[in-house]
């Protein structure tokens, strides 16, 4: 089983910066995928960076210049800098991993609130 504890969250104004962690532990071996999602009061959970164990990255166009993702590879952490905050940022996070080993399956953070707000 893999575990994974998120923090970094909190209140920020528009414009502003936030960088979130998720250190994962337990089962890590295979762990090949780390990423980001988010959801917002009734919206769907949308995913907003990845970076797989090779470094290669994607983002959501809505994030696209603003947001960066990495990862430190031995300590099995994924962190997403966010900057230039809008309102529409806020949202629950979720950390996510995926192992190569079993493809099919997403371990899921207990989600960090992240408000953007004046």
């Known amino acids: 089983q893999v575990q994974l504890q998120e923090s970094g969250g909190g209140l920020v104004q528009p414009g502003g910066s936030l960088r979130v962690s998720c250190a994962a532990s337990?089962?890590?071996?295979?762990?090949?995928?780390m990423g980001w999602s988010r959801q917002a009061p009734g919206k769907q959970r949308e995913l907003v960076a990845l970076i797989n164990s090779g470094g290669t990255t994607n983002y959501a166009d809505s994030v696209k210049g603003r947001f960066t993702i990495s990862r430190d590879l031995a300590k099995n952490t994924v962190y997403l800098q966010m900057n230039n905050l809008k309102p529409e940022d806020t949202a629950v996070y979720y950390c996510?991993?995926?192992?190569?080993?079993?493809?099919?399956?997403?371990?899921w953070g207990q989600g960090i609130q992240v408000t953007v707000s004046s």
């Open positions: 996510n991993v995926v192992k190569w080993i079993r493809p099919d399956y997403t371990y």
């Open positions: 337990g089962s890590v071996y295979g762990v090949n995928t």
